[in-house]
């Protein structure tokens, strides 16, 4: 997402953050505001950059996965340091079961 008038990020992506999960069947409404409103700017503003997010259809598999790429491993410890990260990701866990993250090199291809 950018501003009208501003350029995208560029950036050299070396890690990506994998985040999966089940939507709790109450809460589609609510986390889908969340989502659009406050995780993924909240992201961005913390510098992962939003990829790719993906809707499992079929299979034993979360729900969902979202996925994040960064330059550094540093600003993936920042940011879960950060009081931040603590606040966004309380809040997608209220909406989700079966929640899990995890930080992998980067490949450019679909990872989980």
Do not use: C
Request: net charge neutral; proline share 5%.
């Amino acid at each position: 997402m950018t501003e009208k008038g501003t350029s995208p990020v560029q950036i050299i992506p070396r890690y990506r953050l994998l985040i999966q999960y089940d939507i709790r069947l109450d809460m589609y409404e609510p986390y889908y505001q969340f989502i659009m409103n406050e995780f993924l700017p909240g992201m961005q503003n913390m510098g992962l950059h939003p990829v790719a997010a993906y809707h499992t259809a079929y299979g034993n598999y979360p729900l969902r996965q979202m996925d994040f790429v960064t330059e550094s491993l540093d600003t993936v410890r920042e940011v879960f340091q950060s009081e931040r990260w603590g606040t966004l990701e309380s809040q997608l866990k209220s909406f989700t079961i079966h929640y899990d993250r995890k930080v992998v090199r980067y490949r450019d291809s679909f990872q989980f």
